[in-house]
Structure formats: C-alpha cells, structure tokens
C-alpha cells in the first residue's frame, strides 16, 4: 500500500551537509502528512521534521530549526531532508515517514512531535565527526 525508500545518508565532519532523499510509492492516494524522524542506539525515536499536504505547512524539532530543511516534491514523488551544519550529536539512523493515507489528519497534529507515523523505510544512516 505504501513504499517508501530512502536514500542520501552517509559519513560528513561536523559543519558539512547532506541530503535525504524519499522516493514513496502509494497504492491508492498519498498521505497528508509525511516526515522524518531519526533514531540513535539508546536513545527514542525523534521526529525531526513534517510537511503537511505537499507543503501547506512544516514542524521541525527544536533540535534541528534553522539547520535541516524538509520539502516535496509531487511531481518526482519524493520527499528531501537537507541537513546543513550537521553536528556530531545529529548521528542517527533517518526514516522517511508517513500518516496511513485514509487518514485524514488535522494540520495540527502532523506539525508537531508526534505524528501518527505508522509507515516507514528501511532507514538511512547519518554519521557525523566531530
């Protein structure tokens, strides 16, 4: 019903950047609300962006505001995570994600730190040194 693959992730120095990259497939209609969060070992999952209906609105962790970017492209079907001055505390495995597609979800609860995620990829890595 939904694909969703990542890509992008790697190895950066401290300051540097990279871009995530999502290409998602949906069988029926897309999702009003897509994101990324990201996961360290021992550490909770965190969502570090949203995007609302195809850019109609975005959240970003406080982690993350002023650094990473989220955006969408319909058209390519893609969803883009650009993650400049990276940090070496941003190292994480990064999930591209999406609210199921029958769902229709309110504005308010996609930008904010718990979207109802139920689909995600396989994961990217991001590793940062300092």
């Known amino acids: 019903q939904v694909q969703l693959v990542e890509s992008g992730g790697g190895s950066v120095q401290a300051g540097g950047s990279l871009r995530l990259s999502c290409a998602y497939i949906?069988?029926?209609?897309?999702?009003?609300?897509m994101g990324w969060f990201r996961q360290a070992p021992g550490k909770e999952r965190e969502v570090v962006a949203a995007?609302?209906?195809?850019?109609?609105?975005?959240y970003y962790a406080d982690s993350v505001k002023g650094r990473f970017t989220i955006s969408q492209d319909n058209a390519k079907k893609t969803l883009y995570l650009q993650m400049n001055s990276l940090k070496p505390e941003d190292t994480a495995m990064y999930y591209c994600?999406?609210?199921?597609?029958?769902?229709?979800?309110?504005?308010?609860?996609?930008?904010?730190?718990?979207?109802?995620?139920?689909?995600w990829g396989q994961g990217t890595q991001v590793t940062v040194s300092s």
């Open positions: 949906y069988s029926t209609y897309s999702s009003d609300c």
């Open positions: 995007i609302y209906t195809g850019g109609a609105g975005t």
């Open positions: 994600a999406a609210v199921p597609p029958h769902i229709v979800l309110p504005r308010t609860l996609c930008l904010g730190p718990s979207p109802d995620f139920r689909y």
